[in-house]
């Protein structure tokens, strides 16, 4: 079929009815006419008529598209996507029907303006949106005690980043409203593979189904030592946390993990000055250790030292919970106005093996500290140490720590320092 014959086809189509036309729809006809004839110069004359005489939006919508049309059969690309970018803009229009039968590619060239701000159902893409990568799903805290579980259906509108709108996101099912804004959150923080069409990343809307079921008891003991390392670390708001966990029924503690649990959660309080509360936790931390010990429950290593440190401790009138922290202060090679402070660092791992044969010491990693606060990765070497176990932990903690810079002259400087860290038995 000819081009022109296209053209009388698709204006057959779109051709409304003699009776009861608008003046902007006349003009509008007579606008398709001389497109058919490649009558140019009298198409422009009537499609500017047409949208001066425009009523309604879809008599403007109209116009405009035809002025797209008439630019696009004279050559004049950049002008139909200027027309065609008023329909979208102007009038929310993002797809138009039967352009590739007036001349093929011209849906192709609406479709490129409009492609930004149009969504496409699961059916109009070549690639779908795809989950990649996200949070776990905050569980309700009550339905975890009571073990709800079951299905949702979220429906979400992923943008050409990869990543879901929230305007767009709607929970159609779940088993109880309070999963919905864990489920929205969830999602909103998720990576997506973006759809694609014709090769181009597109908004898209996707219906996601989840299977929701109570996360598995944790591991107390896992989080007693984490609670632990916290403590090390001075970070006892954390380690109240764990410890709370580890002693949740939901957990199923062992007697000796709540015995375990106890006595650290009072060296936590114990390191925040709240006395009266450690004191609670140790009392009732002791009597369990001593009717376990009394049934002849053969205790951790760990639980015993930790009891007895804690025993003798009080008996002296002090507390031995909170250890006490294992870097020392860093100094600088050379001459400097102020020293370098170290301001955080991560939790020490002790190895295990260490720990149980008593093995402790101080280390010394000299290393380059810019004007940053951090350590230069290559000049981290360790100069002293007490065993060649712990030189790969002493260089990973000192690596990750920051620190306030040296100063020389009142100015910032890079400086080679020393720092300390202690491995205590305990």
Known sequence: ?????????????AAPAVAAQSRSAQLLGTAQARITAHEWMAADTALTGALESALYVMDSVNVF????????????????RLSFRRVIDEHRFTAV????????????????????YRVYADSEVDQRAAWLSGPKLAYPPQFVRTRVSGHAIVRALIDTLGEAEGDGLIVVESPDPAFDAPLQQMVLAAQFSPARRKG?????????????????????????????EQVHAHHADSALVLTEQALDSLNQPTAGER???????????????????????FDA????????????????????????SIRIGRRSGTQPAAKPSPFGSAAAVGAVDEQPV????????????MQALRVGGTAIVEATLDTTGHVVPATVRVVQSPNPVFDAETKRVVLASVYR?????GRVASVTIRQPITFAAY
Do not use: C
């Open 1 to 13: 079929m000819s081009r022109r014959a296209l053209l009388t086809a698709a204006f057959a189509l």
């Open 65 to 80: 598209i035809w002025r797209g049309i008439l630019e696009h059969m004279r050559g004049n690309d950049s002008l139909a």
């Open 97 to 116: 029907e039967g352009l590739d039968k007036v001349s093929p590619g011209l849906g192709d060239l609406f479709e490129s303006e409009a492609r930004p």
């Open 200 to 228: 181009h990343v597109v908004r898209s809307v996707v219906t996601l189904g989840f299977d929701l079921h109570p996360p598995a008891p944790e591991n107390p003991t896992r989080l007693i030592t984490v609670a632990r």
């Open 259 to 281: 015995v375990y649990a106890l006595l650290v959660r009072g060296t936590a309080l114990h390191q925040k000055g709240r006395d009266s509360l450690a004191a609670l936790a």
């Open 285 to 308: 931390g002791i009597t369990g250790y001593r009717e376990l010990t009394a049934r002849g429950v053969d205790l951790a290593p760990v639980v015993r030292r930790l009891a007895d």
């Open 342 to 353: 170290l301001i955080s660092h991560p939790p020490i791992r002790y190895a295990p093996e």
């Open 405 to 409: 810079a040296a100063r020389i002259h």
